[in-house]
């Protein structure tokens, strides 16, 4: 069997008889502890909307998924090292990003919320302005690496104590026991934190957040590539349009957020 990963090396591996109808092989790397984007069952299987999705992307394209779970802080350089073939772990497409890898089209887009405890001060600001004037000097979570730690540093910056974190589970763990006052992350996992016991006691605040208002969160979320893999790109664009057009995506959004955040 060979893999992408094979041919972005520049070594095309000669095939016998006996292996030359077997399928391709794309490993796709993610980070199982997003929810509902990527996560991990408690048998340690890898499961999600983008698993889904990208199996969807595979069987179009004909070739075998592997999913690979990487830690999100390393997952642009595993892909860089060969760890895996592509990326699919809720990664925005952004500039910053692009200079290091390239991106298919984008598949889904879904805004991003400021969130505290209902019974914080915090729930009464609706506009940025409103926003900042109200958290300057608290302390906010966001995930390392991301778009939202990127909108912290551009337009928050100086005004709060930045707390990073390495999963979403672990700042969600700071949320309940007080250690931080509000955080930023997609809204879809906020729903998905809204579904535990713990949730029912925080509500979004402040205005939607999305790349058209605030360019650096980016162009929707797409999958990654290397820069060199221009033949792969091709193939997963197909796919992922032949995916919008039957409705798979609107589907899979459905049932994974609850509303479909296909991109057309």
């Not at 092989?25 to 999600?48: F, S």
């Not at 809720?90 to 910053?96: F, K, L, N, Q, Y």
């Not at 089209?105 to 405890?117: H, K, M, R």
Request: aromatic fraction near 10%; proline fraction near 3%.
């Amino acid at each position: 069997m060979k893999t992408w990963l094979s041919l972005a090396g520049g070594a095309v591996l000669a095939l016998s008889a006996a292996n030359a109808s077997a399928q391709d092989m794309l490993r796709i790397g993610t980070e199982g502890a997003y929810p509902p984007w990527n996560y991990t069952e408690a048998n340690g299987e890898l499961a999600g909307f983008e698993v889904d999705l990208g199996n969807a992307m595979c069987e179009k394209m004909n070739v075998t998924c592997e999913f690979v779970a990487q830690d999100w802080d390393g997952i642009i350089p595993a892909l860089m090292n060969g760890r895996y073939d592509a990326i699919m772990a809720g990664m925005s497409i952004t500039d910053e990003r692009r200079e290091r890898i390239s991106f298919s089209t984008g598949y889904v887009t879904d805004p991003a919320y400021f969130l505290a405890p209902k019974s914080s001060p915090l729930q009464d600001a609706e506009t940025l302005d409103q926003v900042k004037a109200a958290i300057d000097g608290m302390t906010v979570g966001v995930q390392g690496s991301t778009i939202h730690q990127n909108f912290i540093d551009e337009y928050l910056a100086g005004m709060v104590d930045l707390k990073l974190y390495d999963t979403q589970e672990n700042m969600e763990l700071d949320l309940t026991a007080g250690r931080i006052d509000a955080a930023l992350a997609d809204y879809a996992a906020w729903r998905a934190f809204f579904e535990k016991s713990d949730g029912a006691e925080f509500d979004i605040f402040g205005p939607k957040l999305t790349g058209s208002d605030y360019p650096v969160f980016g162009e929707g979320v797409g999958v990654g590539l290397r820069q060199e893999d221009d033949e792969l790109l091709e193939k997963i664009n197909a796919a992922l349009a032949a995916l919008k057009e039957d409705g798979t995506i609107t589907v899979l959004s459905n049932q994974y957020f609850g509303y479909d955040i296909t991109m057309f």
